[in-house]
Nanobody, 125 residues
Framework: QVQLVESGGGLVQAGGSLRLSCAASGRTFSSYTMGWFRQAPGTGREFVAAIEWSGFSTNYADSVKGRFIISRDNAKNMVYLQMNSLKPEDTAVYYC??????????????????WGQGTLVTVSS
């Protein structure tokens, strides 16, 4: 099992950027597809982005395509979410997740192998 800890959340103005980090523990990190999800107040958790073990296969929600970039460093057991051109509607708690699915299917699953505790991103207008 892999354990996940997110960091990098905070308050940013609309149009600004933030980079979220997710540190994973466990020797099998490179075998997992990693993803980011978010949950805004009063809404359900939604898929944001996913990246497979090689780093070559990625998938993004339409709402963040062209603005967010997911990446990973298997040597450091880290996954990142670079968020650019942030909008107030991006305000949410962002969660890192790990699963043995593909980048295309991770966002469709109801249960995943591991979740982090979340980090809050607030975008002011």
């Amino acid at each position: 099992q892999v354990q996940l800890v997110e960091s990098g959340g905070g308050l940013v103005q609309a149009g600004g950027s933030l980079r979220l980090s997710c540190a994973a523990s466990g020797r099998t990190f490179s075998s997992y597809t990693m993803g980011w999800f978010r949950q805004a107040p009063g809404t359900g958790r939604e898929f944001v982005a996913a990246i497979e073990w090689s780093g070559f296969s990625t998938n993004y929600a339409d709402s963040v395509k062209g603005r967010f970039i997911i990446s990973r460093d298997n040597a450091k057991n880290m996954v990142y979410l670079q968020m650019n051109s942030l909008k107030p509607e991006d305000t949410a708690v962002y969660y890192c997740a790990a699963d043995r699915s593909t980048a295309q299917t991770m966002g469709l699953k109801r249960t995943l192998d591991a979740w982090g505790q979340g980090t809050l991103v607030t975008v002011s207008s």
